[in-house]
């Protein structure tokens, strides 16, 4: 809103200073500005309102030190974070732009979603919440949405960057001889073309096309990225929501991850640096820094009462919001293929539970009594039976998730 404000002055008034109203630094910063402020000033508001309600964790004894404790702590704090974020968002976003609005989109249906998990657990007193069948059919209508979006959107192209290459010689003044010559390139034209391509890390000058796996027939391959957009969605929420057990540990693991696809955004976003860079250029992608901006600002907000000991946790509305967000962000600038490496504390959690599982079953089966390969899963909880600190573990996790995303930066210069 105060995008097309600020525009709207700079092209019909002669006041000083409104251009940089314009630009994606200037709103970007406003926005993880506001963000942090609306988190911590209005989280405080919030929590007293939740307590007052009387909606707090309901929490079952697995036998950790110092659960019980936390036993009327509020939750749904994922409305803290969804403020945070949409509020900058609407006021700094270029709301005509197609990724924000999908990113928009993304953030109050798995809001929703997990909001309405929450209340059944809460108001209803049902521990299991909304039934993993119905959790599916969201995500999966979600994907559908962001699939088909990606699929029919006009304003949805890659670039394919033409050069032009230019040879340069170096003559003796005195002899006119050649003694030394070197070629350059320069991008002369970019043609926007609709495309199923999307980044291979590692590899220089590849990207994987989604329609050799349907023999160049364009329709079964957009079919077939809409499957693929279910599974990135539906994987990523998942592993963030099993992520969300200990004080701090989701947001702060979050942060890391949110900042690299801010930068993929919009090193993406600008045909300059993508030249540079050999990435995909995607016109407009850049616009997602300022969302980016205002989620990292809300995820750092929510840490102030989130942190060890939790004044608030967030519950399915924050943990389904924050991976899914995660997961729609990366396919709309292309990056889904690095989300296995950015997002590896997700992908750790999420197969700790399905190695103990099928292990236990598997051992029951042969031996008639179940074993485990972990003392608990997920394995943050693994290490809290070890008799290790919550905050030892966040912080660990945190560590991980940084490294994870600088080696996820690595990839950009390894190719």
């Not at 590692?202 to 279910?230: C, P, Q, R, S």
Request: aromatic share 12%.
């Amino acid at each position: 809103m105060l995008y097309w404000l600020f525009r709207y002055l700079n092209e019909n008034t002669d006041l000083p200073g409104m251009r940089v109203g314009e630009y994606i630094s200037f709103r970007s910063a406003a926005a993880i500005i506001l963000s942090l402020l609306i988190a911590i000033f209005a989280g405080k508001h919030i929590i007293r309102l939740l307590r007052r309600k009387q909606i707090g964790e309901d929490i079952r004894d697995l036998g950790l030190d110092g659960q019980l404790q936390k036993k009327g702590t509020p939750t749904m704090g994922g409305i803290i974070i969804i403020l945070s974020l949409i509020i900058p968002v609407l006021l700094f976003g270029n709301l005509s732009n197609v990724y924000v609005q999908l990113m928009i989109i993304s953030t109050l249906w798995l809001g929703f979603l997990g909001g309405l998990d929450d209340y059944i657990k809460v108001f209803r007193h049902n521990k299991e919440g909304l039934k993993g069948k119905f959790k599916i059919v969201g995500q999966v209508g979600l994907g559908i949405i962001v699939g088909t979006t990606m699929w029919l959107s006009d304003d949805i192209v890659i670039r394919e960057k033409s050069f032009e290459t230019y040879t340069y010689t170096i003559t003796d003044d005195r002899t006119g001889e050649v003694v030394d010559s070197y070629t350059d390139r320069r991008v002369i034209s970019t043609t926007p073309e609709k495309s199923l391509k999307t980044s291979i890390p590692f590899h220089k000058d590849t990207m994987l096309d989604y329609k050799v796996f349907t023999g160049n027939n364009e329709t079964l391959a957009w079919l077939l990225y809409i499957v693929v957009a279910i599974f990135v969605i539906t994987a990523v929420s998942n592993g963030a929501n099993l992520t969300d057990g200990i004080d701090g540990l989701l947001t702060g693991v979050s942060v890391p991850i949110v900042l690299v696809l801010g930068i993929l955004a919009y090193l993406s976003g600008h045909i300059i640096y993508s030249d540079y860079l050999n990435i995909m250029y995607i016109p407009d992608s850049g616009e997602l820094i300022v969302f980016a901006a205002a989620f990292v600002g809300a995820l750092i907000g929510f840490l102030w009462y989130n942190s060890f000991p939790a004044q608030i946790f967030m519950g399915d509305t924050g943990s389904l919001t924050i991976g899914g967000i995660i997961a729609v962000f990366a396919l709309c600038i292309r990056k889904e293929l690095l989300l296995p490496l950015l997002c590896g504390v997700f992908l750790v959690e999420a197969l700790s539970v399905m190695v103990q599982v099928a292990y236990f079953k598997y051992t029951k089966r042969k031996y008639g009594e179940g074993r485990r390969i972990l003392l608990m899963s997920p394995i943050h909880h693994h290490y809290q039976k070890k008799g290790l600190f919550e905050t030892k573990i966040m912080m660990r996790f945190f560590i991980i998730s940084l490294i994870l995303a600088a080696l996820t930066l690595v990839t950009l210069k390894i190719q």
